[in-house]
């Protein structure tokens, strides 16, 4: 889990409104303690309390949470989905306007209907129990997004 929570601790530095990461991987693979790691060192706050949204489906968190002014993180969990378009139908969760305004995590991605273009792909793995592997794909990312010198680093 700390290992995890330190991968996504390292893409904190380059959250802005409109970066999204889909954060892709078994149940247990590690999502939850990426967007941990990252939320809790965007806040600068090493015990705030990052939980899976699983059964809301989206958790927010601003600068009431130690956030930067201004900066807006959607921590989704799309896992209880059945089918794409429940994401908006069903559940309203306004992606147009939350992808381009805020800065969003989405577990469990391949449940949405639409996915922006611009995006970081993270997929993370356990293979066999092992230790845990991440591997990650910027290529839809701006050229000058800060999240491409994460990934080269």
Do not use: Q
Request: charged residues 25%; glycine residues 10%; aromatic residues 8%.
């Amino acid at each position: 889990e700390e290992a995890m929570e330190a991968v996504g601790a390292a893409f904190a530095s380059g959250a802005a409104p409109g970066s999204v990461a889909f954060l892709s991987g078994d149940l247990g693979a590690g999502k939850t303690c990426f967007s941990r790691g990252f939320l809790r060192a965007l806040a600068g706050d090493p015990r705030l309390r990052v939980t899976s949204p699983t059964y809301l489906l989206t958790n927010a968190y601003d600068a009431a949470d130690g956030l930067p002014e201004g900066l807006v993180v959607h921590h989704m969990d799309l896992y209880r989905l059945a089918k794409a378009e429940d994401v908006e139908t069903n559940y309203m969760l306004d992606l147009d306007r939350i992808f381009a305004e805020c800065c969003c995590l989405v577990e469990w991605p391949d449940r949405l209907g639409v996915a922006p273009a611009a995006r970081l792909d993270v997929v993370i793995r356990a293979p066999d129990g092992a230790a845990r592997v991440a591997t990650f794909d910027g290529a839809a990312l701006a050229d000058d997004h800060p999240w491409r010198g994460v990934i080269e680093s």
